[in-house]
């Protein structure tokens, strides 16, 4: 499963749009591009995932490279609630999933 | 979307004894369930993958016989963690995949916080 590189912490303001980078060069062609969100002392929560294509869901987007080695995902207005510690990850469907270090979000008010 | 359901949430127990917790799919099955072991401030680290109807299979460096995993039915895996000692206190989350019209996705339990005096 493929190694994850993003940024240890990130801010944001409150209302503006949160975009979190992940490389991901070794992802292999059959592995999507998967993103959790982890709420201190809560279980992660997925948000979002992706093979090649741009996604889109009512908690965020996703942008994923040609070359698919890194992605982007995207918050668009962001809120309090939403700071969290994100992680992506390269997954393929019932295999194990593994965390690198994440990326701690922390919206400001 | 499919629910994990973890437990206990919370439990303190005296060094040696052994703890039980329980990770269930509640509406969905999995003969697969994952068990990751969390330190604070630290990212979450896979220990084993719970296997319905035999063995499980445990990350390198992970004990299998301080960490007993047993997935006896496809809605239950459970986590017993054997003569515990305070350096085995940690957040254990528990996590099971489920196919959905979106595609596979990992649902995971709330986590359980051991504390071990």
């Known amino acids: 499963d493929a190694k994850t590189t993003q940024p240890t912490s990130m801010d944001c303001a409150e209302g503006r749009a949160a975009n979190l980078p992940c490389n991901h060069s070794?992802?292999?062609?059959?592995?999507?591009v998967y993103w959790y969100r982890q709420i201190h002392s809560q279980g992660p929560q997925y948000i979002i995932h992706?093979?090649?294509n741009n996604e889109t869901n009512e908690m965020a987007s996703l942008i994923i490279t040609e070359d698919r080695k890194s992605s982007t995902l995207i918050l668009p207005h962001a809120t309090l609630r939403d700071t969290a510690v994100y992680y992506c990850?390269?997954?393929?469907?019932?295999?194990?999933?593994?965390f690198g270090t994440g990326t701690r979000l922390t919206i400001i008010p | 979307g499919a629910v994990v359901s973890q437990h206990p949430s919370r439990v303190i127990c005296k060094s040696g004894t052994s703890v039980k917790i329980e990770c269930r799919s509640l509406?969905?099955?999995?003969?697969?369930m994952f068990w990751y072991r969390q330190f604070p401030k630290q990212s979450l680290m896979l220990m084993a993958t719970?296997?319905?109807?035999?063995?499980?299979?445990?990350e390198q460096g992970v004990e299998k016989d301080k960490f007993l995993i047993n997935h006896a039915s496809l809605t239950l895996s459970t986590l017993t963690v054997t003569s515990a000692h305070p350096e085995d206190s940690s957040f254990y989350i528990c996590?099971?995949?489920?196919?959905?019209?979106?595609?596979?996705?990992?649902?995971f339990g709330s986590g359980t916080q051991l504390s071990v005096l």
């Open positions: 990850s390269g997954y393929f469907g019932n295999e194990k999933l593994t």
């Open positions: 509406d969905f099955q999995a003969t697969t």
């Open positions: 070794t992802i292999s062609g059959n592995e999507y």
């Open positions: 996590s099971a995949p489920s196919l959905q019209a979106s595609g596979e996705k990992l649902f």
């Open positions: 992706g093979l090649k």
């Open positions: 719970s296997n319905e109807g035999s063995k499980a299979t445990y």
